[in-house]
């Protein structure tokens, strides 16, 4: 048998699908997975590829045609270094090594370094779309040398998805910025999937059935709100229970797990002094989520309204679709604007229309309305925040009134809706000419004598007040 023209090393989820895909562009794939029984059975299951399983690592790195090309897809942190490790000593200089996991930037940019230096050539390329995404054409967001980036072009361009006739993969930029951007895709993610929680939830206090629940995400998937996280939300509100026959969603407790990638872009966000609100609150909501007992019994002594919504069911749903749109756009408009702070301080060169292309198709987050957002910064690279695109400043003028009214509504019945105020928060915020800061620095001046500028003088001329005293 001749050598393969790709190897993968993670025959979990991700990993195997993306076999799948690879094989099925005409490529020959050697694959190893620490446990050798699930190569094996992998292997079993599609005798018919041209798919070559091994049970050593050397067996493996011999199996590949040069220079080789391995893709790592285990899990994040500690195994993907144990697996580098073990490859370093079997490789030759120049062969490329891909981490196609969820791996931290800072990660990435040690191990292109330390790569680099050995002589090895190095890809961080986060992935998304899950398991369907994988096997049919995820979105790849690679970063690392560009000379490496157009060696791995032709793979890495034949499995991603296609959205308008462009392939949803592109070269980031170097270093850690594929895993960088593949990070804030995930913060996004964690806002979109939040902000329908919140939906849902007012929903359920206005009286609808999952089945009424299904209807509406179906129809909202044929508007402007079609993505596939609202097309996925229809179908679990539709699935039974195979054993009770209730609608699963009831059945399933509500406690959010997370593995990283939102808490890191929160981090992130501080670390750059960007305000991403929505994402922020999604994460936080995991978390309140998580502390199921602790709100079990805070539910009994903690006194709130009733959770019910009284308004004609029709006529909720638009008000909720504009919610949930504009509180969107605020999310990513956030996002976004996280990349392009980040993009300057590293001078990554990001380019915000691509990225925004390459999340059209394949990976969870792909939306109609990434489209706009696409030719918004098509249009105007330069752009500011995405809510200053014309397209979305129209959309959130058209949508703040119903947006306000549902969280007043919500706030009214005790009604949870952490990702849609900030969201709102932020607009509010923004938009303001005057916010109440100058009150902040009178009291920064006056306890720690900050300085302060002033309405009547010059910006960067500061003052300062001898305050009264107020201690004995
Ligand atoms: N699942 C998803 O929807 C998505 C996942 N990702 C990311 O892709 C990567 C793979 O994800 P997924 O397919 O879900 O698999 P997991 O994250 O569950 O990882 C399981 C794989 O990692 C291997 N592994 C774990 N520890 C080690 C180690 N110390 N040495 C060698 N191999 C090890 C396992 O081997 P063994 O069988 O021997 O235990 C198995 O192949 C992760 O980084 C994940 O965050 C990205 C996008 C979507
Ligand atoms: O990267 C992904 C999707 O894009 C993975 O599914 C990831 O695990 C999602 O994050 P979390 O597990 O924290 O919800």
């Known amino acids: 048998m001749s050598n393969s023209d790709f190897g993968l090393i993670g025959l979990a989820v991700m990993g195997q699908n993306l076999v799948l895909n690879v094989e099925s562009r005409g490529f020959q794939v050697s694959v190893y997975n620490r446990t050798a029984s699930v190569t094996d059975e992998f292997t079993a299951k599609h005798p018919d590829k041209k798919i070559v399983g091994e049970h050593t690592l050397e067996g493996f790195v011999k199996s590949l045609a040069s220079p080789r090309k391995v893709m790592i897809m285990v899990k994040a942190g500690g195994p993907v270094d144990a697996v580098i490790e073990s490859l370093i000593p079997l490789l030759d200089k120049g062969d490329i090594i891909i981490d196609g996991g969820n791996s931290l930037y800072t990660d990435t940019e040690r191990r292109d370094k330390w790569l680099g230096d050995l002589g090895f050539r190095f890809i961080g390329a986060g992935v998304s779309g899950g398991e369907e995404g994988a096997r049919k054409g995820p979105s790849i967001m690679p970063g690392g040398p560009a000379s490496t980036w157009e060696v791995m072009k032709p793979i890495f361009e034949s499995i991603a998805a296609v959205a308008e006739g462009e392939p949803c993969v592109f070269h980031i930029g170097p270093g850690g910025a594929g895993h960088y951007v593949k990070m804030i895709h995930n913060g996004i993610e964690y806002g979109d999937m939040q902000l329908i929680c919140e939906a849902y939830n007012i929903f359920k206090a206005a009286g609808f059935t999952p089945e009424e629940l299904a209807e509406v995400f179906t129809e909202w998937n044929e508007g402007d709100l079609e993505s596939y996280l609202i097309q996925i939300t229809s179908k679990i509100f539709a699935q039974k229970d195979p054993e009770t026959g209730k609608p699963l969603v009831d059945l399933i407790l509500d406690t959010a797990g997370q593995k990283g990638t939102g808490k890191w872009t929160l981090i992130n966000a501080v670390e750059n002094a960007v305000v991403i609100s929505t994402i922020n609150a999604a994460v936080e909501a995991r978390i309140l989520s998580s502390m199921k007992d602790k709100r079990v019994e805070a539910s009994k002594v903690l006194e709130g309204p009733k ?58 987050i792909r939306a109609r309305f990434l489209n706009d957002i696409t030719d918004a910064y098509r249009t105007n690279p330069q ?20 947006w306000r009214e549902v969280i007043s509504l919500a706030t009214l019945a005790g009604i949870p809706v952490p990702a849609f105020s900030a969201s709102l928060g932020y607009y509010d915020s923004y938009r303001s000419a005057v916010l109440p800061a100058n009150l902040l620095q009178a009291q920064r001046d006056f306890f720690g004598a900050h300085t302060y500028e002033r309405t009547d003088k010059p910006r960067g001329e500061f003052s300062h007040t001898d305050w009264p005293e107020v201690i004995g």
Not at 318 to 337: P, R, T, W
Not at 387 to 400: C, H, I, S, V
């Open 307 to 364: 959770a019910e919504i009284d308004i004609k069911k029709k006529k909720l749903v638009k008000k909720v679709h504009d919610a949930l749109f504009a509180s969107k756009i605020i999310s990513y408009a956030q996002g976004l604007d996280l990349i392009a702070a980040m993009g300057k301080e590293k001078d990554w060169g990001l380019d915000l229309g691509k990225i925004a292309a390459i999340w059209r198709g394949g990976c969870i």
């Open 383 to 402: 752009l500011e925040n995405l809510m200053l695109a014309p397209f979305f400043t129209d959309l959130l003028n058209e949508f703040q009134e119903n």
